[in-house]
Nanobody, 115 residues
């Protein structure tokens, strides 16, 4: 069974940075299209960044130029570097495959950006 454990969230001021990490067990990160999702109260999860098996990255328009997704096959992690954070980035962040077939989801990590 695949297990996903997210970490690295916290409280940061407008314009600050955070680096999220997702530890993946039960599968190789390089064998899957992996993504970072975020969810705010009352809304569904939104895919914000993905990395293909070949290593190509794509981002939702709202985070382009500010977020960078990467993976470390040896460590079995998928990271999300978030720079120039804005209040609208406040959410619980999760990692999963794209599409999100790994169940259950991890617990997520809370990111709060204050203005």
């Amino acid at each position: 069974q695949v297990q996903l454990v997210e970490s690295g969230g916290g409280l940061v001021q407008l314009g600050g940075s955070l680096r999220l990490s997702c530890a993946v067990s039960g599968t190789a990160v390089s064998d899957n299209v992996m993504g970072w999702y975020r969810q705010t109260p009352g809304k569904g999860r939104e895919l914000v960044a993905r990395i293909s098996v070949q290593g190509f990255t794509t981002y939702v328009d709202s985070v382009k130029g500010r977020f960078t997704i990467s993976r470390d096959s040896r460590k079995r992690t998928v990271d999300l570097q978030m720079n120039n954070l804005k209040p609208e980035d406040t959410a619980v962040y999760y990692c999963n495959a794209d599409p999100p077939r790994f169940k259950p989801w991890g617990q997520g990590t809370q990111v709060t950006v204050s203005s």
